[in-house]
């Protein structure tokens, strides 16, 4: 069974960063394509960025583009999601998730086999 944990999430400035953190267990994630999704208040989950087993190809949102960075650490069994000029509208709950069917990511949620509990960003003066 592989479990997926979120961290890193709080409370932040518009224009500050956060460095959220999808740490696996049960699982090694080495072949397996990842991504990052969030979900805020009274909207659908959206796509955020998506990386390959290798992190030779990554994805991301046109909201996120140029903001945000997607990166691992097959060792640590670990994805990491780099968030820089945040804005209030980047406030969200934000999940991993992990794609056994494939080594690269995909912006579609119903790709992805397992998904984290979820981490709040809230960005706000």
């Known amino acids: 069974q592989v479990q997926l944990v979120e961290s890193g999430g709080g409370l932040v400035q518009p224009g500050g960063s956060l460095r959220l953190s999808c740490a696996a267990s049960g699982r090694t994630i080495n072949y397996y394509g990842m991504g990052w999704f969030r979900q805020a208040p009274g909207k659908e989950r959206e796509f955020v960025a998506s990386i390959s087993r290798n992190g030779g190809v990554t994805d991301y949102a046109v909201s996120v583009k140029g903001r945000f960075i997607v990166s691992r650490d097959n060792a640590k069994n670990t994805v990491y999601l780099q968030m820089n000029s945040l804005k209030p509208e980047d406030t969200a709950v934000y999940y991993c998730?992990?794609?056994?069917?494939?080594?690269?990511?995909?912006?579609?949620?119903?790709?992805?086999?397992?998904w984290g509990q979820g981490t709040q960003v809230t960005v706000s003066s």
């Open positions: 998730a992990l794609r056994i069917s494939s080594a690269y990511g995909s912006s579609r949620s119903t790709d992805y086999d397992y």
